[in-house]
T-cell receptor, first 112, second 110 residues
């Protein structure tokens, strides 16, 4: 079983739609959680961190459920520019050093 | 302020050969991590360097080795290349919290 699992998609949605991505992780010792965005043939870029209390950044809302080991990302009012692959990421610390564990990503395509 | 830079951008090698990839971290960053991203997959952690020492390692064979220099730049070396080593190799640097990724080196092994 992979440490971080995501639905690969693709999610094809019209502009203005609301779309939600889910992610599960297997290691309960995971300490930090993130969503990264990766455009085609580009490097991943941090979209937002995910906190237990839930957090929002404009049209993006992230939620974490530690008991269920589940992370979500909600995108409201989708824009064409939101088309990308969204990577769910958990961080584990070992000996004081963090490493990031990535899911395979969920592809989003927003169409006019 | 230059971000993370990597060289070369693309590389084609033959099975059995050796390759060296280079990374310069973002200014002020002292920790460098390397990731391998195969097509359709998320990045997989290879190893992390801090103070010129390997601090953590992922599930990669000894053919993958690295180095960090006093100026925090880093190299990734892969020996005895296999076809399965074809991937995008990403370098990420950080000082405290957020990791910043470079544009990657796309390695093709034929």
């Amino acid at each position: 079983r992979k440490e971080v699992e995501q639905d690969p998609g693709p999610f094809n949605v019209p502009e203005g739609a609301t779309v939600a991505f889910n992610c599960t992780y297997s290691n309960s010792a995971s300490q930090s959680f993130f969503w990264y965005r990766q455009d085609c043939r580009k490097e991943p870029k941090l979209l937002m961190s995910v906190y237990s209390s839930g957090n929002e950044d404009g049209r993006f809302t992230a939620q974490l459920n530690r008991a269920s080991q589940y992370i979500s990302l909600l995108i409201r009012d989708s824009k064409l520019s939101d088309s990308a692959t969204y990577l769910c990421v958990v961080a584990k610390s070992s000996g004081g050093y963090n490493k990031l564990i990535f899911g395979a990503g969920t592809r989003l395509a927003v169409h006019p | 302020d230059a971000g993370v830079t990597q060289s070369p951008t693309h590389l084609i090698k033959t099975r059995g050969q050796q390759v060296t990839l280079r990374c310069s971290p973002k200014s002020g960053h002292d920790t460098v991590s390397w990731y391998q991203q195969a097509l359709g997959q998320g990045p997989q952690f290879i190893f992390q360097y801090y103070e010129e020492e390997e601090r953590q390692r992922g599930n990669f064979p000894d053919r993958f080795s690295g180095h960090q220099f006093p100026n925090y730049s880093s190299e990734l070396n892969v020996n005895a290349l296999l076809l399965g080593d074809s991937a995008l190799y990403l370098c990420a640097s950080r000082r405290d919290y957020e990791q910043y990724f470079g544009p990657g080196t796309r390695l093709t092994v034929t």
